[in-house]
Structure formats: structure tokens, C-alpha cells
């Protein structure tokens, strides 16, 4: 997951689109490709966005069926 916090100084911006311009190299370590889709959640009051990439989200909804179908056990 990555963490954006607001600074209003900042270089990276989003985009009237509503599309969140990362790095290359913040986009490498996630693993994501220009255009892909991710999850963002946003703390408005504390100025944080956060990105949640496919493979974060998948592995969420894993240990939630886990917990809430087997007792937390896989």
C-alpha cells in the first residue's frame, strides 16, 4: 500500500480526471504498470489518501472470507 500525504507545495497532484500521478519507481516497488486501477482510501481530515494496490486488495478479501467463513483458519 502507499500512503500520499497532502503538501501543498507538492509536485504530484490529481488530476482534474481524478487520476493520481505516482513515480515510476513508487509504481515499480507495487508492482503497478501506468493505468492501472487501484483502491484509494481517503482520510480528508488528516490530508491522507491511501493506495491500495490489486494484489493488497486481494489479499484482504482473503483473510476476511478466512475469518468470517472458517474461523480464521485458511
Known sequence: M???????QGVFTVSGQGHLHL???VRH?????AGDRVFLAA???DGLLVVHPPS????????????ALGGGQA
Open 23 to 25: 513515480p515510476a519507481a
Open 43 to 45: 482520510s480528508p481530515a
Open 29 to 33: 516497488w507495487c508492482r503497478l504498470a
Open 56 to 67: 493488497a486488495l486481494d489479499a484482504m478479501v482473503v483473510a476476511v472470507h478466512a475469518e
Open 2 to 8: 502507499i500512503v500520499v500525504r497532502l503538501d501543498r
